[in-house]
């Protein structure tokens, strides 16, 4: 009870107490230790804050001279750099920062740099889709307020304070290697294109770029009909063609690094190409061709799907395989890692690797909409790793996802990754404090998508809690070694474990879309009005019944599997080596169906939930058993954010198992609980 009433008081209070300044520091803690030389021989604002960043956060050898180097070097590409002894060399300003931010990092995490390092990205672009609307709201959004854009009277008045966090925003990002932020969400408003503000953008993009973070905008398709007053939106039509070149034209005399579009067409219910009988790619390329002279691109969704469709996972597929070579080649198609919709594990789209003329990008999800939100403590890394290193078989064995995008398998002109960003106004920044690791985790895998989880949850750790000389004076007197055992470890393997966990309690064995309409938070396996379009109830992604569960995506179902290359589509197809995790994806199976382990189905199902259960009242021991080296406030927030998530979990296991239960008609296995 005593606990109980002091987190509540955390709760109310914390953000109350906190300073903004306290909040916003993130991962970006480390307080200069010595001072430290710096020698350049030339000035811009990106290389000023390079020099600014190591006389703040310096912490190796006091008087050291770095010299920053801007010199081609046949290894280092785009923006990449190298470190040494000597300090860091880079092919331009922007590769600096970044590997002086590099360099800080190897010492703030205790990792001095021993031998030459090169780093080079993984992918040229890798961008933050904000959802943010422009009456301030964000669609998915967990941490408050959109930091770009304000409701009300004078909302368009760029404020210092508006400023000031548009440039913690930045630094936290250039931080990570992060390049480019969608400012607006994709179900657009036309109005993001109207002159005032466009306006407000040129303002937000003059703050981000010394960051060496370019601007873009999702736009509505109609636009040239909304705010251009033409009759029609028609992608042939010269008239709407001329609206998107001098729309192009007055963008970039404003912000002449702007980076380019992003567009949802014909596309739960936005406009698109389609209202007038045309394809994406005409879509698309009317904007391409606006955007080229000035070195805009497109990045052109291909997350649809409709009512009539018998198994939404194939339509994005269906519909845009005719078009590969049909885009433009500044056109890069962004697909969600999964064939649905962001659920908590999905295979790996087929669009990747199989669209071999066409720039393909992919998009994760930041934002835990279908992941707990900001409640649950779910570590993203290891899902983002899990799809980066599906084998698409599409060029032979090894052809990865990570591959078939990033460049080394497919030329293609430009190579991007986006993640659906999770920050907002809260002081925090993300709503829940672990959620700061999964921002972290995108920049750091969108630089170098070779990096493991374990060592992103490392770094960002170390980075966010490890104490410091300049903190809390009791805690940095903790050795570094207790620390390691203590908390790092036992943490680490938390944040490792807790994707599996999230699956586990909400819908393992590839079971998908068991959600509660609308909010995507809480269970709703039965969720069926009969006004509801089928492929918005929960009933047709499982399809239980008394015969069996899941969906039959084999050649004798939906032959989904057709759309994966050899040897994946058998592997699918066939029960008996389709692997475990995507068992219901894949196929509809009696509820006494034998798996590997000789437990029937159901009983398999009964003991995933029970595990993801209990792993999250390991988590909430593993929490309490750190208390000593956690400052109160995070504390106690996350603790009470665990008591929360494990209730949930309950709630996920009983409304699931009770509900199908009705089906298999079977007991829960007796032994299910473990004894405590
Ligand atoms: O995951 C779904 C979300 C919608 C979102 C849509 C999309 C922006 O529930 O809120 O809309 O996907 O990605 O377009």
Same mark, same amino acid.
């Given at each position: 009870?005593?606990?109980?009433?002091?987190?509540?008081?955390?709760?109310? /209070?914390?953000?109350?107490?906190?300073?903004?300044?306290?909040?916003?520091?993130?991962?970006?803690?480390?307080?200069?230790?010595?001072?430290?030389?710096?020698? !350049?021989?030339?000035?811009?604002?990106?290389?000023?804050?390079?020099?600014?960043?190591?006389?703040?956060?310096?912490?190796?050898?006091?008087?050291?001279?770095?010299? =920053?180097?801007?010199?081609?070097?046949?290894?280092?590409?785009?923006?990449?750099?190298?470190?040494?002894?000597?300090?860091?060399?880079?092919?331009?300003?922007?590769?600096?920062?970044?590997?002086?931010?590099?360099?800080?990092?190897?010492?703030?995490?205790?990792?001095?740099?021993?031998?030459?390092?090169? +780093?080079?990205?993984?992918?040229?672009?890798?961008?933050?889709?904000?959802?943010?609307?422009?009456?301030?709201?964000?669609?998915?959004?967990?941490?408050?307020?959109?930091?770009?854009?304000?409701?009300?009277?004078?909302? =368009?008045?760029?404020?210092?304070?508006?400023?000031?966090?548009?440039?913690?925003?930045?630094?936290?990002?250039?931080?990570?290697?992060?390049?480019?932020?969608?400012?607006?969400?994709?179900?657009?408003?036309?109005?993001?294109?109207?002159?005032?503000?466009?306006?407000?953008?040129?303002?937000?993009?003059?703050?981000?770029?010394?960051?060496?973070?370019?601007?873009?905008?999702?736009?509505?398709?109609? +636009?040239?009909?909304?705010?251009?007053? =033409?009759?029609?939106?028609?992608?042939?039509?010269?008239?709407?063609?001329?609206?998107?070149?001098?729309?192009?034209?007055?963008?970039?005399?404003?912000?002449?690094?702007?980076?380019?579009?992003?567009?949802?067409?014909?596309?739960?219910?936005?406009?698109?190409?389609?209202?007038?009988?045309?394809?994406?790619?005409?879509?698309?390329?009317?904007?391409?061709?606006?955007?080229?002279?000035?070195?805009?691109?497109?990045?052109?969704?291909?997350?649809?799907?409709?009512?009539?469709?018998?198994?939404?996972?194939?339509?994005?597929?269906?519909?845009?395989?005719?078009?590969?070579?049909?885009?433009?080649?500044?056109?890069?198609?962004?697909?969600?890692?999964?064939?649905?919709?962001?659920?908590?594990?999905?295979?790996?789209?087929?669009?990747?690797?199989?669209?071999?003329?066409?720039?393909?990008?992919?998009?994760?999800?930041?934002?835990?909409?279908?992941?707990?939100?900001?409640?649950?403590?779910?570590?993203?890394?290891?899902?983002?790793?899990?799809?980066?290193?599906?084998?698409?078989?599409?060029?032979?064995?090894?052809?990865?996802?990570?591959? !078939?995008?990033?460049?080394?398998?497919?030329?293609?002109?430009?190579?991007?990754?986006?993640?659906?960003?999770?920050?907002? +106004?809260?002081?925090?920044? !993300?709503?829940?404090?672990?959620?700061?690791?999964?921002?972290?985790?995108?920049?750091?895998?969108?630089?170098?998508?070779?990096?493991?989880?374990?060592?992103?949850?490392?770094?960002?750790?170390?980075?966010?809690?490890?104490?410091?000389?300049?903190?809390?004076?009791?805690?940095?007197?903790?050795?570094?070694?207790?620390?390691?055992?203590?908390?790092?470890?036992?943490?680490?393997?938390?944040?490792?474990?807790?994707?599996?966990?999230?699956?586990?309690?909400?819908?393992? =064995?590839?079971?998908? /879309?068991?959600?509660?309409?609308?909010?995507?938070?809480?269970?709703?396996?039965?969720?069926?009005?009969?006004?509801?379009?089928?492929?918005?109830?929960?009933?047709?992604?499982?399809?239980?019944?008394?015969?069996?569960?899941?969906?039959?995506?084999?050649?004798?179902?939906?032959?989904?599997?057709?759309?994966?290359?050899?040897?994946?589509?058998?592997?699918?197809?066939?029960?008996?080596? /389709?692997?475990?995790?995507?068992?219901?994806?894949?196929?509809?199976?009696?509820?006494?169906?034998?798996?590997?382990?000789?437990?029937?189905?159901?009983?398999?199902?009964?003991?995933?939930?029970?595990?993801?259960?209990?792993?999250?009242?390991?988590?909430?021991?593993?929490?309490?058993?750190?208390?000593?080296?956690?400052?109160?406030?995070?504390?106690?927030?996350?603790?009470?954010?665990?008591?929360?998530? /494990?209730?949930?979990?309950?709630?996920?296991?009983?409304?699931?198992?009770?509900?199908?239960?009705?089906?298999?008609?079977?007991?829960?296995?007796?032994?299910?609980?473990?004894?405590?």
């Amino acid at each position: 009870m005593k606990n109980q009433i002091i987190s509540l008081l955390v709760l109310i /209070c914390v953000p109350l107490l906190l300073h903004a300044e306290d909040g916003h520091n993130l991962w970006l803690r480390g307080k200069s230790t010595a001072s430290v030389n710096v020698v !350049c021989s030339k000035h811009s604002a990106t290389i000023d804050i390079a020099e600014q960043e190591l006389h703040q956060e310096w912490q190796g050898k006091a008087n050291a001279t770095v010299v =920053l180097t801007i010199k081609p070097n046949k290894f280092i590409k785009g923006d990449g750099y190298m470190l040494s002894d000597d300090g860091v060399q880079a092919n331009t300003d922007l590769g600096i920062l970044y590997g002086v931010f590099a360099l800080l990092r190897h010492q703030q995490t205790g990792n001095p740099i021993r031998d030459v390092i090169i +780093s080079n990205p993984s992918y040229e672009r890798r961008i933050l889709d904000h959802w943010d609307n422009l009456d301030g709201t964000i669609e998915r959004g967990y941490a408050g307020r959109s930091i770009f854009w304000h409701d009300g009277k004078d909302s =368009l008045a760029v404020t210092e304070k508006d400023k000031k966090l548009w440039q913690a925003y930045a630094r936290a990002n250039a931080s990570i290697g992060i390049n480019g932020a969608v400012l607006d969400n994709v179900n657009a408003s036309p109005l993001i294109l109207t002159t005032a503000y466009l306006n407000r953008v040129k303002a937000i993009a003059a703050v981000l770029r010394p960051y060496g973070i370019r601007t873009y905008l999702s736009v509505n398709f109609a +636009s040239p009909i909304v705010i251009g007053g =033409l009759k029609t939106a028609d992608p042939l039509n010269p008239e709407v063609q001329k609206w998107w070149k001098d729309k192009a034209r007055e963008i970039y005399g404003l912000i002449p690094d702007f980076g380019g579009f992003l567009v949802k067409a014909n596309s739960e219910g936005q406009p698109g190409p389609q209202n007038y009988g045309r394809t994406h790619a005409d879509g698309a390329n009317v904007m391409a061709d606006a955007l080229r002279p000035f070195g805009g691109i497109v990045m052109w969704r291909a997350f649809v799907y409709s009512a009539n469709d018998k198994d939404r996972a194939k339509q994005a597929y269906s519909e845009f395989m005719p078009l590969d070579g049909k885009f433009r080649d500044n056109v890069i198609i962004q697909v969600k890692n999964g064939p649905i919709d962001f659920q908590p594990r999905e295979p790996f789209s087929p669009l990747f690797g199989a669209m071999k003329q066409t720039s393909v990008m992919s998009e994760l999800e930041i934002t835990q909409e279908y992941l707990g939100q900001a409640i649950h403590l779910v570590f993203l890394a290891p899902m983002w790793k899990e799809f980066l290193k599906s084998d698409t078989y599409q060029e032979g064995k090894g052809s990865t996802v990570a591959r !078939c995008t990033d460049g080394t398998i497919f030329s293609q002109k430009y190579t991007a990754i986006a993640g659906v960003s999770n920050i907002g +106004s809260d002081t925090n920044w !993300c709503g829940h404090p672990f959620a700061q690791a999964n921002w972290y985790a995108f920049g750091r895998l969108a630089w170098n998508d070779q990096l493991s989880s374990d060592q992103i949850a490392d770094e960002w750790l170390k980075l966010t809690f490890m104490p410091t000389a300049s903190e809390d004076k009791t805690k940095s007197t903790v050795l570094p070694i207790v620390w390691d055992i203590k908390f790092l470890k036992p943490v680490k393997q938390m944040m490792l474990e807790s994707r599996e966990a999230a699956v586990n309690y909400m819908m393992p =064995l590839g079971l998908h /879309c068991l959600f509660a309409p609308e909010n995507h938070y809480g269970p709703g396996p039965w969720w069926a009005p009969k006004y509801v379009r089928k492929d918005w109830t929960a009933p047709y992604y499982h399809q239980a019944d008394t015969a069996g569960i899941g969906f039959d995506r084999t050649e004798n179902g939906s032959d989904a599997v057709s759309q994966y290359h050899e040897p994946l589509r058998s592997l699918f197809n066939d029960v008996n080596t /389709c692997p475990e995790i995507y068992l219901l994806w894949f196929h509809h199976l009696p509820w006494t169906y034998k798996l590997k382990s000789g437990r029937t189905l159901w009983d398999a199902l009964c003991y995933h939930y029970q595990e993801g259960l209990d792993q999250v009242r390991e988590f909430q021991k593993t929490w309490d058993r750190v208390q000593p080296y956690v400052d109160s406030e995070r504390f106690y927030v996350v603790q009470s954010k665990l008591r929360q998530q /494990c209730e949930n979990a309950q709630v996920w296991k009983d409304a699931c198992l009770l509900y199908f239960q009705q089906f298999s008609r079977m007991p829960i296995p007796y032994d299910i609980e473990r004894p405590v």
